[in-house]
């Protein structure tokens, strides 16, 4: 894994060789895995301090669903569903706070409230205006590839070879921040798992994650409670299972483990404590080549 160093405001990270976790908190009516749970903004909150409690490093704040299928909300809606539980969680807390968001205006409300890196699902596609607020304010931004938009994404989608469109798309999509004035070292790439993906266009791309290594850029994997994982693990005859079941959450977990093999500098959860314990064995596992032979600690 190439390490990166990231370093802005009062925030550094620092990216690998330990891979970092952000932790989730959609503070919305309609997500697929949480939605209306934390809509209201204590509950939301509360949410934002448990994870944080349990080890994220960073915090993902977004106030409109990107589940298949969902509409888009106004920039007044989404304003004040995050707004104040960035606030209140920039008050009391100091790691690094992520606004998930597509929207220029929101991004921009949100880093003057305490957001301090910018989650772009629609990498800068679908407002012009988001490139502006990521050089001004001069914060990490992450680049997602999604085939359409959250509307029609899941629509028969199709490709020659999912991990080559991927790395294509998000090639392009740096280039083009590069050449809208975003500091290459201020980016962050996303593969968009289960976001125009099938069932097996994801497995493919966690199969083959290291070849996004070679854009240069930290890579974040999203895959916590996908669809992808529910139908592996639903019993026979069944279309679906919850996703809050703790089987996904097991599921999530292995996928977590597969990431951070492939070379995923952060993943991105709803659960931060299980996640943690995972990546302490994984990492370990992954860096024991580079330390000492030996057993320091007399531990067998």
């Not at 706070?97 to 910018?118: H, P």
């Not at 001004?136 to 469109?165: F, N, R």
């Not at 392009?172 to 809208?180: F, H």
């Not at 791309?205 to 290594?213: A, D, K, M, S």
Request: net charge negative; glycine share 8%.
């Amino acid at each position: 894994m190439t390490a990166y160093q990231m370093v802005w405001g009062d925030h550094r990270l620092t990216l690998g060789p330990r891979t970092l976790v952000m932790g989730i908190v959609n503070v919305t009516p309609d997500s697929f895995s949480d939605g209306g749970r934390f809509l209201a903004c204590d509950d939301a909150i509360a949410q934002g301090l448990r994870l944080m409690d349990e080890g994220a490093d960073i915090l993902d704040i977004g106030g409109e669903s990107t589940r298949p299928f969902s509409d888009a909300v106004s920039t007044e809606e989404e304003l004040g569903r995050v707004i104040p539980v960035i606030e209140a969680l920039t008050r009391r807390g100091t790691i690094p706070i992520s606004i998930d968001t597509t929207k220029a205006e929101v991004a921009r409300q949100a880093l003057e409230a305490g957001a301090s890196i910018i989650n772009d699902v629609s990498a800068l596609r679908v407002d012009p205006a988001m490139a502006g607020v990521a050089v001004t304010s001069d914060v990490p931004i992450i680049l997602m590839h999604m085939l359409g938009t959250p509307k029609t994404m899941q629509v028969d989608p199709e490709y020659d070879d999912v991990v080559d469109a991927v790395v294509t798309f998000l090639r392009q999509a740096v280039e083009r921040a590069v050449q809208g004035g975003i500091d290459v070292r201020r980016i962050i790439v996303d593969p968009g798992i289960g976001f125009g993906k099938t069932f097996r266009h994801n497995l493919q791309l966690l199969h083959r994650l290291q070849v996004l290594q070679a854009l240069n850029c930290p890579i974040l994997v999203g895959a916590s409670r996908k669809a992808f994982i529910r139908h592996l693990l639903k019993p026979p005859g069944e279309q679906d299972i919850r996703a809050d079941l703790p089987i996904v959450a097991t599921g999530t977990q292995a996928t977590v483990a597969a990431s951070a093999l492939q070379g995923a500098h952060i993943v991105r959860v709803h659960e931060v404590a299980e996640t943690r314990a995972t990546l302490k064995i994984i990492d370990a596992i992954r860096t024991a080549g580079a330390e000492p032979s030996g057993d320091a600690q007399g531990a067998e």
